[in-house]
């Protein structure tokens, strides 16, 4: 596509649920970044794929959190058990390769009531 | 040390002047900086990109970059209320591909 594209926009969810964000990144770019930004901050890095494979998982802040890019395009980033702490805004980045100009889609709006 | 500082503003330029956002990093962020816009409620969008000393213009907008002092900073001329957002500067690494992210100066352009 054109852009990076995120689904859903918004997301209201319960307190314990189970919940999933797919992006769609730039056809071509192999480099994938998940952030999670909260009102006032940067990006919080979260994971980053190239190709297939989580190059760097750091960021997740625990095993409730999880990401698979399973065919070196789209992403999906999968919280268990969501907390009320886990409402922010998921930004989702591709890049042609690491280390060059990343592009972000519009996000997700996770709020867990 | 934070490795990539910006002072938070709010940074308040009158219309038609010159805004210097400026933003400094640590020995770890040592490859590409970039230069994002943030409208409120929007998602980052990529300005300026630079990967060497010195200056890099595009439109109304000059990245300057300074190794040896390690900091980068965005000039923005000729100010329009438009500019006004919040400005991140991110930094690569030589270790990994994962970016180093400012949490941002908010610019405020008075018309």
């Known amino acids: 596509g054109a852009g990076v594209s995120q689904t859903p926009s918004n997301k209201v969810t319960e307190k314990g649920k189970y919940v999933e964000l797919r992006c769609d990144p730039i056809?071509?770019?192999?480099?994938l970044y998940w952030y999670r930004q909260s009102l006032g901050q940067g990006p919080e890095f979260l994971i980053y794929?190239?190709?297939?494979?989580?190059?760097?998982d750091s960021g997740l802040p625990n095993d409730r959190f999880f990401a698979v890019r399973p065919e070196g395009s789209v992403s999906t980033l999968k919280i268990q058990r969501t907390e009320r702490g886990d409402s922010a805004v998921y930004l989702c980045?591709?890049?042609?390769?690491?280390?060059?100009?990343?592009?972000f889609g519009q996000g997700t709006r996770l709020t867990v009531v | 040390q934070k490795e990539v500082e910006q002072n938070s503003g709010p940074l308040s330029v009158p219309e038609g002047a010159i805004a210097s956002l400026n933003c400094t990093y640590s020995d770890r962020v040592s490859q590409s900086f970039f230069w994002y816009r943030q409208y409120s409620g929007k998602s980052p969008e990529l300005i300026m990109s630079i990967y060497s000393n010195g200056d890099k213009e595009d439109g109304r907008f000059t990245a300057q970059l300074n190794k040896a002092s390690q900091y980068v900073s965005l000039l923005i001329r000729d100010s329009q209320p438009s500019d006004s957002a919040t400005y991140l500067c991110?930094?690569?690494?030589?270790?990994?591909?994962?970016?180093?992210w400012g949490a941002g100066t908010k610019l405020i352009i008075k018309p």
């Open positions: 794929f190239q190709g297939t494979g989580a190059a760097d």
């Open positions: 980045a591709s890049s042609l390769r690491g280390n060059t100009e990343a592009f």
């Open positions: 056809s071509g770019h192999t480099a």
């Open positions: 991110a930094g690569g690494q030589d270790s990994n591909y994962q970016l180093i």
